[in-house]
Nanobody, 115 residues
Framework: QVQLVESGGGLVQPGGSLRLSCAASGIFFSIYTMGWYRQAPGKQRELVADITSGGSTKYIDSVKGRFTISRDNAKNTVYLQMNSLKPEDTALYYC?????????WGQGTQVTVSS
């Protein structure tokens, strides 16, 4: 059974930091492109960052310089380090694994940035 399980979300004040983790099982993690998506209320889900099997990363402009995606293939885990958080970062964050054929999604973890 394929599972992607996110953790690390929570409530943080503007300017604070969180580190999201996504633990994968049931897939050949090392060959998957892994990504973090987010969806705010009333808005469409958007790709925040992804990382290929070779370690190449991409970010949406709004998070460049603040967020860092990384992966630990030995732990089958992908991370999203989020620094200098802003209220507009508030969303449900989803982990995604993309293979040659299939896409897999986690259940999401809530990030709320508010004072």
């Amino acid at each position: 059974q394929v599972q992607l399980v996110e953790s690390g979300g929570g409530l943080v004040q503007p300017g604070g930091s969180l580190r999201l983790s996504c633990a994968a099982s049931g897939i050949f993690f090392s060959i998957y492109t892994m990504g973090w998506y987010r969806q705010a209320p009333g808005k469409q889900r958007e790709l925040v960052a992804d990382i290929t099997s070779g370690g190449s990363t991409k970010y949406i402009d709004s998070v460049k310089g603040r967020f860092t995606i990384s992966r630990d293939n030995a732990k089958n885990t992908v991370y999203l380090q989020m620094n200098s958080l802003k209220p507009e970062d508030t969303a449900l964050y989803y982990c995604n694994g993309r293979g040659a054929i299939m896409n897999y999604w986690g259940q999401g973890t809530q990030v709320t940035v508010s004072s």
